[in-house]
């Protein structure tokens, strides 16, 4: 476990451009949000959402 990975704002900004989430990573989204009981995604929902497939 020798991987460290550093928190969201101390990495460096991405070089390509971001494409919107698709309708199904924002719904994966919401459901990590409401299961943690915030009312809507954060960042970090938000970021493991982009990393789920984009389909259904």
């Known amino acids: ?9 101390k990495r460096p900004a991405p070089k390509r451009k ?12 919401r459901q990590r949000a409401e299961a ?4 809507y995604p954060n ?4 970021m493991w959402a982009s990393r789920q497939p984009k389909g259904s």
């Open 1 to 9: 476990m020798s991987d460290f990975t550093p928190p969201p704002w």
């Open 18 to 29: 971001s494409s919107p989430l698709s309708e199904a990573q924002k719904a994966a989204a």
């Open 36 to 39: 943690a009981g915030r009312p």
């Open 43 to 46: 960042l970090i929902d938000n």
